[in-house]
Protein backbone atom coordinates (compact mmCIF):
# COMPACT_ATOMS: atom_id res chain seq x y z
CA UNK A 1 0.00 0.00 0.00
CA UNK A 2 3.23 2.08 -0.01
CA UNK A 3 0.45 5.21 -0.37
CA UNK A 4 -2.46 5.89 -2.37
CA UNK A 5 -2.92 6.71 -6.09
CA UNK A 6 -2.89 10.42 -4.54
CA UNK A 7 -1.15 10.47 -1.32
CA UNK A 8 1.05 8.92 1.42
CA UNK A 9 0.09 5.76 3.75
CA UNK A 10 0.52 6.95 7.10
CA UNK A 11 0.38 4.81 10.10
CA UNK A 12 -0.03 5.83 13.99
CA UNK A 13 0.59 3.23 16.95
CA UNK A 14 -0.65 3.90 20.72
CA UNK A 15 0.24 2.21 23.64
CA UNK A 16 -0.85 3.18 27.19
CA UNK A 17 1.35 3.19 29.27
CA UNK A 18 5.13 3.15 29.21
CA UNK A 19 5.60 -0.46 29.90
CA UNK A 20 3.80 -1.81 26.96
CA UNK A 21 5.44 -2.33 23.44
CA UNK A 22 4.92 -0.78 20.11
CA UNK A 23 6.22 -3.58 18.00
CA UNK A 24 3.44 -5.81 17.53
CA UNK A 25 1.04 -1.95 16.01
CA UNK A 26 4.32 -1.50 14.06
CA UNK A 27 4.77 -4.90 12.45
CA UNK A 28 0.71 -4.75 11.54
CA UNK A 29 1.18 -1.20 10.60
CA UNK A 30 4.94 -1.74 7.90
CA UNK A 31 2.60 -5.14 6.81
CA UNK A 32 -0.08 -2.51 5.67
CA UNK A 33 2.55 -0.68 3.88
CA UNK A 34 2.75 2.71 5.36
CA UNK A 35 5.44 4.69 4.41
CA UNK A 36 5.90 6.56 7.91
CA UNK A 37 4.88 5.72 11.26
CA UNK A 38 3.58 7.87 13.66
CA UNK A 39 3.31 6.92 17.46
CA UNK A 40 2.72 7.93 21.69
CA UNK A 41 3.42 5.47 24.63
CA UNK A 42 0.68 7.55 26.71
CA UNK A 43 -2.97 7.32 27.89
CA UNK A 44 -5.62 7.65 25.08
CA UNK A 45 -7.27 10.06 27.84
CA UNK A 46 -4.69 12.95 27.57
CA UNK A 47 -5.26 14.81 24.72
CA UNK A 48 -1.60 15.85 24.84
CA UNK A 49 -0.93 13.12 22.18
CA UNK A 50 2.62 14.09 20.94
CA UNK A 51 3.00 11.50 18.01
CA UNK A 52 -0.66 11.72 17.40
CA UNK A 53 -0.54 16.01 17.29
CA UNK A 54 2.39 15.31 14.49
CA UNK A 55 0.62 13.25 12.42
CA UNK A 56 -1.82 15.27 12.00
CA UNK A 57 -0.06 18.63 11.54
CA UNK A 58 1.61 15.91 8.66
CA UNK A 59 -0.92 14.46 7.01
CA UNK A 60 -2.08 15.77 3.93
CA UNK A 61 -5.53 15.62 1.72
CA UNK A 62 -5.01 12.34 0.03
CA UNK A 63 -2.99 10.70 2.49
CA UNK A 64 -4.41 8.02 4.13
CA UNK A 65 -4.31 7.33 8.14
CA UNK A 66 -3.72 3.50 9.17
CA UNK A 67 -4.14 2.55 12.46
CA UNK A 68 -4.19 -1.14 13.49
CA UNK A 69 -7.72 0.07 15.69
CA UNK A 70 -9.83 2.79 16.03
CA UNK A 71 -9.20 2.74 20.14
CA UNK A 72 -5.52 4.05 18.85
CA UNK A 73 -7.28 7.13 18.50
CA UNK A 74 -8.32 8.05 21.56
CA UNK A 75 -10.29 6.19 24.86
CA UNK A 76 -13.65 8.19 24.44
CA UNK A 77 -16.19 7.42 21.35
CA UNK A 78 -16.22 11.01 21.31
CA UNK A 79 -12.56 11.41 21.11
CA UNK A 80 -12.50 8.62 17.92
CA UNK A 81 -15.27 10.66 16.25
CA UNK A 82 -14.00 14.13 16.36
CA UNK A 83 -10.43 12.55 14.90
CA UNK A 84 -12.32 11.03 12.47
CA UNK A 85 -14.21 13.96 11.11
CA UNK A 86 -10.88 15.82 11.13
CA UNK A 87 -9.51 14.06 9.16
CA UNK A 88 -12.68 13.40 6.65
CA UNK A 89 -13.05 17.53 6.40
CA UNK A 90 -9.24 17.75 5.22
CA UNK A 91 -9.95 14.91 2.67
CA UNK A 92 -7.75 12.46 4.52
CA UNK A 93 -8.05 8.75 4.53
CA UNK A 94 -8.54 6.70 7.66
CA UNK A 95 -8.39 2.61 7.72
CA UNK A 96 -8.78 0.46 10.60
CA UNK A 97 -6.77 -2.50 10.33
CA UNK A 98 -8.52 -4.79 13.03
CA UNK A 99 -12.01 -3.46 12.21
CA UNK A 100 -11.58 -3.85 8.76
CA UNK A 101 -12.75 -0.21 7.43
CA UNK A 102 -11.45 2.04 5.32
CA UNK A 103 -13.21 4.95 5.53
CA UNK A 104 -13.32 6.45 1.72
CA UNK A 105 -15.23 3.17 0.91
CA UNK A 106 -19.18 3.12 0.92
CA UNK A 107 -19.47 0.68 3.96
CA UNK A 108 -16.55 3.21 5.88
CA UNK A 109 -18.66 6.20 5.28
CA UNK A 110 -21.17 4.64 6.48
CA UNK A 111 -19.66 3.90 9.58
CA UNK A 112 -18.26 7.53 10.13
CA UNK A 113 -21.76 8.52 9.54
CA UNK A 114 -23.38 6.34 12.63
CA UNK A 115 -20.54 7.23 14.72
CA UNK A 116 -21.09 10.93 14.38
CA UNK A 117 -25.23 10.11 15.01
CA UNK A 118 -23.98 8.64 18.06
CA UNK A 119 -21.26 11.33 19.06
CA UNK A 120 -24.94 13.80 18.28
CA UNK A 121 -26.39 11.65 20.69
CA UNK A 122 -24.47 11.11 23.28
CA UNK A 123 -23.73 15.13 23.38
CA UNK A 124 -27.49 15.50 23.60
CA UNK A 125 -27.80 12.97 26.39
CA UNK A 126 -25.07 14.75 28.26
CA UNK A 127 -27.58 17.76 28.06
CA UNK A 128 -30.49 16.37 28.74
CA UNK A 129 -28.86 14.46 31.65
CA UNK A 130 -27.73 18.36 32.89
CA UNK A 131 -30.80 19.85 32.69
CA UNK A 132 -32.35 17.24 34.76
CA UNK A 133 -29.80 17.68 37.50
CA UNK A 134 -30.43 21.31 37.48
CA UNK A 135 -34.18 21.21 37.70
CA UNK A 136 -33.86 18.57 40.21
CA UNK A 137 -31.60 20.70 42.44
CA UNK A 138 -33.58 23.60 41.84
CA UNK A 139 -36.80 21.60 42.88
CA UNK A 140 -34.96 20.84 46.35
CA UNK A 141 -33.74 24.52 46.79
CA UNK A 142 -30.14 23.84 45.77
CA UNK A 143 -28.58 26.34 44.25
CA UNK A 144 -27.16 25.20 40.63
CA UNK A 145 -24.27 26.74 38.56
CA UNK A 146 -21.50 29.01 39.04
CA UNK A 147 -21.12 29.72 42.82
CA UNK A 148 -22.60 32.76 44.29
CA UNK A 149 -20.56 35.86 45.30
CA UNK A 150 -22.02 36.73 47.64
CA UNK A 151 -23.35 34.57 50.77
CA UNK A 152 -26.79 35.71 52.06
CA UNK A 153 -25.48 36.91 54.88
CA UNK A 154 -23.61 39.49 52.63
CA UNK A 155 -26.31 40.21 50.60
CA UNK A 156 -28.16 41.17 53.52
CA UNK A 157 -25.56 43.51 54.72
CA UNK A 158 -25.66 45.15 51.11
CA UNK A 159 -29.42 45.49 51.12
CA UNK A 160 -28.90 47.04 55.19
CA UNK A 161 -25.98 49.15 53.91
CA UNK A 162 -28.18 50.85 50.58
CA UNK A 163 -30.75 50.97 52.88
CA UNK A 164 -28.78 53.18 55.56
CA UNK A 165 -28.05 55.38 52.18
CA UNK A 166 -24.33 54.21 51.99
CA UNK A 167 -22.67 54.84 48.45
CA UNK A 168 -22.21 51.87 45.91
CA UNK A 169 -18.58 52.39 45.65
CA UNK A 170 -18.28 51.94 49.16
CA UNK A 171 -20.66 48.77 49.35
CA UNK A 172 -18.69 47.11 46.66
CA UNK A 173 -15.83 47.99 48.07
CA UNK A 174 -16.45 46.75 51.81
CA UNK A 175 -17.92 43.31 50.19
CA UNK A 176 -15.01 43.06 47.28
CA UNK A 177 -17.43 42.69 44.14
CA UNK A 178 -18.38 44.63 41.10
CA UNK A 179 -21.17 47.17 40.78
CA UNK A 180 -22.32 44.43 38.23
CA UNK A 181 -22.54 41.53 41.19
CA UNK A 182 -23.92 44.06 43.66
CA UNK A 183 -27.24 45.20 41.59
CA UNK A 184 -27.60 41.04 40.37
CA UNK A 185 -27.47 40.61 44.25
CA UNK A 186 -29.58 42.96 45.14
CA UNK A 187 -32.38 42.44 42.60
Known amino acids: MSGTASGHALG ?18 TAAGVDRIFSDKQSGRTQDRDGLKELLEYAREGDTVVVVALDRLGRSMS ?5 IQDLRKRGIN ?10 ST ?25 TAAREAAAARGLHT ?5 LTN ?3 ALAKRMRESGEPVRLICDTLKVSRATLYRSLA
Do not use: C
Not at 12 to 29: F, G, M, N, P, W
Open 12 to 29: YARVSTTKQHLEQQIDAL
Open 79 to 83: GIIET
Open 94 to 103: LRSLREGVDF
Open 106 to 130: PTGKMVASIFAALAEYEVDLKAERA
Open 145 to 149: GRPRS
Open 153 to 155: DQV
